[in-house]
T-cell receptor, first 111, second 117 residues
């Protein structure tokens, strides 16, 4: 059982559409990170959210950390083919030395 | 500054063999972590090395081992390979030695794709 559940597992949409992917848990995290991994590459950190209710924007990407710090979402506006990749969330629990990782959402943006 | 490099990029082995993977961290980074990535499972933490010492270990059998050299380069070894060991093996380096991989920014290499036949 994954401690961090990501949904959907797979999403294929047309260029220009909006989308939201989710990262949910029953556990509380002190911080949560989002990564994007492109084929043949390792994950690259996009953002870290720390405060419950926090919203961070990175161009067309909006990240939100839930008030209770148990969940997070990533919203992409006007998706572009360059957004294609595997989006991973990873949470930091103070009781754990290493990050807890979700299984990822595979996103394909069709031109 | 050069990124994290991993060699080889692809490897095909048969059951029962052993394999050694190599990781060179970003210059100046002293912490190296190893992960196994399989479809649907996300990243599973293998171990972390800092200053040539294993600082933490995940829940993998003893067939998985690693080491770190004085120049911070790291190797991981898998002995008696099983079909289930087929995966992408990623290493990540980080600069802050005191906080560990959960709080410090990690920089990942491209991974080694291991296929066990």
């Amino acid at each position: 059982t994954q401690l961090l559940e990501q949904s959907p597992q797979f999403l294929s949409i047309q260029e220009g559409e909006n989308l939201t992917v989710y990262c949910n848990s029953s556990s509380v995290f002190s911080s949560l990170q989002w990564y994007r991994q492109e084929p043949g590459e390792g994950p690259v950190l996009l953002v870290t959210v720390v405060t419950g209710g926090e919203v961070k924007k990175l161009k067309r990407l909006t990240f939100q950390f839930g008030d209770a710090r148990k969940d997070s979402s990533l919203h992409i506006t006007a998706a572009q083919p360059g957004d294609t990749g595997l989006y991973l969330c990873a949470g930091n629990m103070d009781s754990n030395y290493q990050l807890i990782w979700g299984a990822g959402t595979k996103l394909i943006i069709k031109p | 500054k050069a990124g994290v490099t991993q060699t080889p990029r692809y490897l095909i082995k048969t059951r029962g063999q052993q394999v050694t993977l190599s990781c060179s961290p970003i210059s100046g980074h002293r912490s190296v972590s190893w992960y196994q990535q399989t479809p649907g499972q996300g990243l599973q933490f293998l171990f972390e090395y800092f200053s040539e010492t294993q600082r933490n270990k995940g829940n993998f059998p003893g067939r998985f081992s690693g080491r770190q050299f004085s120049n911070s380069r790291s190797e991981m070894n898998v002995s008696t390979l099983e079909l289930g060991d087929s995966a992408l093996y990623l290493c990540a380096s980080s600069a802050n030695p005191s906080t560990g991989p959960s709080t410090d920014t990690q920089y990942f290499g491209p991974g080694t794709r291991l296929t066990v036949l």
